[in-house]
């Protein structure tokens, strides 16, 4: 049986289709109806439809979703390995760049860019990021280093207008085991620096005496700096002129048989000299400011009488012509005192130099290094000033030799007056005195 729309109104049911029709809600409103697609007769037209409806094909939802979970699970496969790769790749290049760019690499600059992005960033290298302090200790370093080489170029220029033509023999020449002396090797040690300091004189014959021998010797491993006087009127074996004054041996072969002669007799390294005409020491002291001295009352009479002062005991800084008859005044104190007291203008010369300026310390370098004669290489002399610069606050230590006690004074026909000392006591106290070190081998 068909059935128009409107015999709908009459009928509830619809017995073809085995269903309940309901024409209108229960407000009373009309709803739109499709006609039941499970009625025998497909051929019927349904005029409130805008088209005829076939009926769909079922679809089976548990295959669907089994492909769609497989699908899903092969993106993320997929996914976690790009990640992977990514990791690596990143980790590939936190290795290569995070301290600096291998030049035999391929990367190209947007590769090196990103790399050094992501370690900034602190990505998924699998590599720990350096903590910040080590970064900044490692400036510092670089800082310290480009300082350290400035000062290193900047000594060398000023040691090479050191007066350097002095040297022509080879101190080796002289070498021998004097007669008198110890037969004990040469003691030297890697934590001391020996370097003699020569004071030299000019005599109305245009001969020149070493007048003032000091040995400096910079003692790193007691934190020690030393000096030695050697006396000049000491009864000493010079090589190829048999036994005279000590200060003689300038006057025959100059800084290197001044250097060999003492090694010879006192059986201890010395190769390195520095020396000074007395005429430029009074510059030198002029230039650090003067020396800070206490005259007694015997060493006011001789500046009084031999300069024309007026001192009385006490106080003074002595510059000049003065400063330098302070070191050389033999009338009062003898050899002893003279020697104390050229210690004593040293010590003050290198403190006064350590405590300047760099802009006052330059201008005074430059005026008396070429007043200065040395056998030590520019580059060399650097290094020894760079390495030592710390003994300028080391404790200071004095001695003379021969020292007390160890020697008496002769006048003899061929040397006038001279000190003859018992070498093998002398060598062993000085040897304590420079290396603390009572060895003889």
Not at 230 to 251: C, M, V, W
Request: aromatic content about 8%; hydrophobic content about 30%; proline content about 5%.
């Amino acid at each position: 049986m068909t059935f128009t729309p409107n015999s709908n109104r009459t009928r509830r049911e619809d017995p073809a289709a085995g269903s309940t029709y309901r024409p209108y809600r229960e407000n009373g409103s009309r709803p739109y109806n499709r006609p039941n697609c499970s009625t025998a007769n497909h051929n019927n037209r349904n005029i409130y439809s805008h088209s005829s409806h076939r009926q769909e094909p079922m679809v089976d939802i548990s295959s669907y979703s089994s492909r769609r979970q497989a699908a899903n699970t092969k993106r993320t496969a997929a996914a976690r390995q790009r990640r992977v790769a990514n990791a690596r790749r990143r980790q590939e290049a936190q290795v290569r760049y995070h301290d600096g760019f291998d030049p035999d690499d391929r990367a190209t600059s947007v590769s090196r860019q990103r790399a050094a992005a992501v370690s900034a960033r602190g990505g998924n290298t699998g590599i720990p990021r350096r903590p910040k302090r080590h970064h900044i200790v490692r400036n510092i370093v670089c800082i310290l280093l480009l300082l350290a080489i400035l000062l290193f170029a900047w000594l060398t220029a000023l040691f090479s207008g050191m007066d350097r033509t002095h040297n022509p023999t080879s101190q080796s020449t002289y070498a021998r085991t004097p007669e008198h002396s110890p037969d004990w090797s040469i003691k030297s040690s890697p934590w001391v620096t020996n370097i003699l300091l020569i004071g030299i004189d000019q005599d109305s014959e245009n001969t020149h005496r070493s007048d003032s021998m000091i040995l400096l010797s910079i003692d790193r491993k007691h934190q020690k700096l030393k000096m030695t006087s050697f006396l000049r009127d000491t009864y000493a074996e010079i090589p190829n002129h048999g036994r005279q004054k000590l200060n003689s041996a300038f006057a025959y072969g100059g800084p290197a048989m001044t250097m060999q002669t003492l090694e010879n007799n006192y059986r201890i390294k010395i190769d390195q000299y520095m020396a000074v005409n007395f005429d430029s020491f009074s510059t030198i002291i002029n230039e650090v400011g003067g020396i800070d001295v206490t005259l007694n009352q015997g060493l006011c009479t001789q500046f009084n009488e031999n300069l024309g002062t007026h001192f009385t005991p006490g106080k003074y800084k002595l510059k000049g012509i003065q400063a330098l008859y302070y070191t050389r005044i033999r009338n009062y104190g003898n050899d002893y005192g003279r020697a104390q007291r050229q210690r004593e203008v040293i010590g003050q010369i290198i403190k006064k130099m350590a405590a300047s300026g760099p802009f006052k310390l330059n201008s005074v370098l430059k005026k008396i290094m070429p007043l200065i004669w040395t056998n030590i290489p520019a580059s060399q002399l650097s290094a020894i000033c760079m390495f030592n610069a710390p003994a300028v606050f080391f404790k200071q230590q004095t001695q003379q030799i021969p020292a007390d006690n160890t020697f008496q004074g002769e006048t003899l026909d061929s040397a006038g007056w001279v000190e003859v000392a018992d070498m093998e006591q002398n060598c062993s106290l000085l040897r304590q005195f420079i290396y603390e070190d009572n060895s003889t081998n």
